[in-house]
């Protein structure tokens, strides 16, 4: 069965990517059931300083992401 790897991660208000502050492998049969699987992961974002996840196939090419809108474009 093929692994998938969640990260979750700072991504920069320039887009620049920070270091892995959280990884886990998703074992699924296809991309679809891995990002289903990825999308309910229960992780603290917050804590861990985080406001992006990604998951990336076994070739380490990203498949899906999710990234928070920087703080200043925040509804309040």
Do not use: C
Request: aromatic residues 6%.
């Amino acid at each position: 069965m093929p692994v998938f790897t969640f990260r979750a991660l700072r991504r920069e208000p320039d887009g620049i990517l920070g270091p892995t502050l959280y990884e886990q492998r998703v074992e699924a049969p296809d991309k679809h059931v891995a990002v289903a699987v990825a999308r309910a992961i229960d992780i603290d974002m917050e804590a861990l300083g985080a406001n992006a996840v990604y998951l990336t196939n076994e070739e380490g090419r990203a498949i899906w992401s999710l990234h928070a809108a920087p703080p200043q474009s925040r509804s309040t």
